[in-house]
């Protein structure tokens, strides 16, 4: 396992690495720049706030300075707030992790639980409501369900206010970001538990006179997680790192939105910023997704 944890690890280097510089270059080979909208500063000071970021320098040396930055633990400074890029993220981290953290949960476990229930009650009632609720929660759009849920619970009934710092009222986010994967979740775990109780070692158990919940559970439900534990981890790293639409319908100031604003914005240490760091955290996601196989399953190895 050391040998394949440290071949992914470089693997992931590599990658980031191709991620840093397809982002790069293409963000800079779009006309304009952060300054241009600037129409109060002259040709002078145009000039000095592009030779303050290194934007007067010529494209690859504009990298090179940029990854000399990365390896000393420094992403830059915005080009529209002034403040330390690592620090703005690490802040908007913490409100799209706490809203994801809890969407992710609640999405993993109503999944996993409703999808084994739909495969254990196939073809009647309960099947067919789980189902139905699945395909429709899937079929709604994000923001779609986040617009719904403000306009209803907070403008007309006012069972929860809109979110804020103060307030903290994470109720409404955490049911939008977390709808669309619980149901993509529980349409994956029927399928596969369907299959894992359809295979031979689950009925040569249940021949043995293995209790059911132990053939669910031991036998059935660990081999039926292995695809959803290849969805989870990506998924994990998406709702870290805050749903762009979602943040903005809400207010929340998470990272999503902070993307969304630097892209608006042009403000190319920002975008490079979160980037980077949403690249960091899928890979690193998919690796501990990749460990977690040998733990649901020992016969799995990493040759």
């Known amino acids: 396992m050391a040998k394949y944890f440290v071949k992914r690890v470089l693997l992931a280097i590599v990658t980031i ?17 952060p300054f241009n909208s600037e129409k109060a500063s002259s040709p002078q000071v145009k000039a000095a706030l592009e030779a303050r970021y290194n934007l007067d320098k010529p494209l ?13 633990g420094d992403m830059g400074i915005s080009t529209k707030t002034g403040r330390d890029i690592a620090q703005t993220i690490l802040e908007s981290f913490k409100v799209s992790a ?22 254990l009650k196939r073809n009647t009632v309960i099947d067919r409501i789980i189902v139905f609720l699945s395909t429709l929660a899937t079929a709604v759009p994000s923001f779609v369900l986040a617009t719904i849920l403000l306009y209803v619970f907070s403008m007309k ?29 529980t349409r994956l775990t029927k399928t596969s538990m369907l299959d894992a109780l359809g295979q031979d070692y689950v009925r040569t158990a249940k021949a043995k006179g293995v209790s059911q919940v132990l053939v669910i559970f031991k036998h059935a439900l660990r081999n039926a997680l ?12 998406s709702i870290l790192t805050g749903s762009m639409v979602v943040e ?7 990272l999503g939105s902070k993307f969304v604003t630097s892209i608006t914005n042009r403000d190319y240490p920002m975008i ?25 399953d020992p016969r799995i190895t990493f040759d």
């Open 272 to 296: 490079m910023g979160t980037t980077i760091f949403l690249a960091v955290l899928m890979v690193g996601m998919n690796l501990i997704s990749d460990l977690v196989y040998k733990l649901v």
């Open 226 to 237: 292995i695809p959803v534990i290849t969805y989870v981890g990506p998924m994990i790293a």
């Open 248 to 254: 903005s319908i809400f207010t929340l100031g998470g």
């Open 157 to 185: 009934l006012g069972w929860f206010q809109v979110w804020s710092a103060d307030s903290h009222n994470y109720v409404l986010p955490v049911i939008a970001l977390s709808l669309y994967p619980m149901s993509y979740i």
């Open 60 to 72: 690859l040396e504009q990298y090179v300075i940029y990854v000399q930055g990365l390896f000393h």
């Open 17 to 33: 690495f191709i991620i840093t510089v397809i982002a790069f270059f293409t963000m800079n080979a779009i006309p304009g720049g």
């Open 98 to 119: 706490t809203v994801g953290g809890m969407a992710a949960a609640i999405a993993i476990v109503c999944g996993i639980v409703f999808g084994s229930i739909a495969a």
